[in-house]
C-alpha cells in the first residue's frame, strides 16, 4: 500500500539537550491537523548523520511527506542535506540556480561556507516564496526546512499549500466513571469499527467533572456519528456526562 | 560498544493528532539533562502495536535505558505492555503482586478489564514508590511510565533517583557575525576536538545584540575551556560578543 500523510523528523542536538524546547514539531503537528494531512510520527535525533539517514528513510516507508527540520546551513553540524541524499540513495550537487542566490544574497561577502546552502540533494526543486531568500528545498516529498522557527513557520506554509488534506470528524465524550469501568464497551465498539479511531484518557484532576475523555474520530462524520451512538447504547446509564 | 544514556518513545495518537500538547517529552529532556543523562532520540509514535515495537527495539539498540510514556492501562489503546514485550522477546504475563494491588485499589468494583493492569513483559520488576499505589513498570532497563503528565511526572522521580548521570559542561559564545562568516573556525575546531559538542544556531531577531549563538559542551571541563580559547583565537576580531 503506497504510504499516505506525513512524517516528521526534528534533528535537534540543542533539543535533546535541553537548550531549546522544540517548538517546531507542536507547531507542525497542530498545522497539519488543520489543513487535514494525518501526522504517522515524529522523531527527535541528534545531528549525526547516520542516524538521520536511518530516521529519513523511515519516514518514507511510513509517510508519503516527510518534513525534516533543522541541520540546515554552513555549518559543520549542518549535515541534513547529506543525510537526506543518503537516505534517498542521491549524489549532493551544488544547485546553480542556489549558487546565485546565495551570491546575491552575500553580495561582496561570499564565502567558500556559504556555498555549502546551495548544495541539495541531486534532483531537489526549490519551492520560492515571498518574503524569505532561501526557498524551501525539496526532493519528491521530503521538505527539509530550516530549524529557526520564524523560517520553518514561513517554509512550512509555501509547503501546505500545494497540499490536499482531508479534514477529521471528532466527537468527544466525558465520562463520570473510570476507565477499567468502560473499557470493555470500548473495545467492542473499537473492534466492531476499525476504521473509527477511539481514544480513552484519563483525568486524574478533581476539579474536573469527569474521570474520562473518550475521543472518537474518523473522515467519515457518519462513521463518527455512528460509533459514538454505540458508546452511549453500550454506557452504563448515566456515565455521559457530557458531549462534544 | 554497549550503549549509553537514554532514548524515549512516546506513545499518543492525542498527540500525533493535535488533541494534546505533549508535555512529558519536554520535561522528560529536562530532567535527564538536569541529572546528566544524555538523551539519544526521542520519538513520537501512534497507539499501533507494531511501530511501538520497532521503536523500542531501535531504542535500546541506540540507548541503555528507555523510557515509553502513554498506553498503560485497561482500555482497548494501552498496547504498551504488549508492545514492549514483543520488542524483547517476551510473553505477556499476569503479575500475581500486581493483581493483589489491582484488587485492592478496585475494592469491590473489580472488573476483568481492570486486571489487565497487571500485565506485564515476563521478568516485569515493579519499582514501589510513596504517594501513588501503581508501582513503575520496568522490565531490563525498559520503564514504560502512564501519559497521564502528573503520574508521568511522579513516576520519572522514581526512576532517576535510581540513576547516576554525569554532569555537562557547557559554555556559550555569542556572535557578531553570521555562519558563514565563522563556519570554517567551528569546521576546524569540531574536527580537531570531536569529544566536545559544538553547535551553531543563527538568530533572526534583530532585537538581539548577536547573530550566531555557538554551544561548546563535553563531560571534561578541561576540554571546553580548551575548544572556547581555540574558538577565540581563530574567530575574526572582535566577533565574539560575549561568552557566558
Redesign the interface.
Known sequence: MEPTGAAAVIIG??????????AN??HL??R???VGV??????????EVD?IVEAVARARL?AKYVFTSGGI??????VTVRAVALAMGRKVVRLPEMVELVRTK?MD??????L??ADAPEGAVLIHQPGIWYPVLTVEDVFMLP??P??FRMQLESVLARMQGTP?H?RVLYLGLG??????V??RV??DMPHV????????DPALDYLVKV?V?SVEKAAVEDAVARLQTGLPAGSVVRTE
Do not use: C, W
Not at 179 to 184: F, G, L, P
Open positions: 542536538n540543542e533539543v535533546l539537550t535541553a537548550k531549546v524546547v522544540d514539531g507542536p503537528i497542530r497539519l491537523r488543520e494525518p501526522l504517522r510520527s515524529l522523531e527527535i535525533v541528534p545531528d542516524v511510513r546551513g554552513p555549518t559543520h553540524d549542518d552575500a561577502s561570499l564565502t567558500d561556507e556559504a555549502r546552502l530549524g529557526v520564524q523560517l477529521v471528532l476507565e477499567s469501568a468502560v473499557a470493555a470500548l473495545d473499537a473492534l479511531a477511539i481514544g480513552s484518557y484519563p483525568m486524574f475521543t474520530e
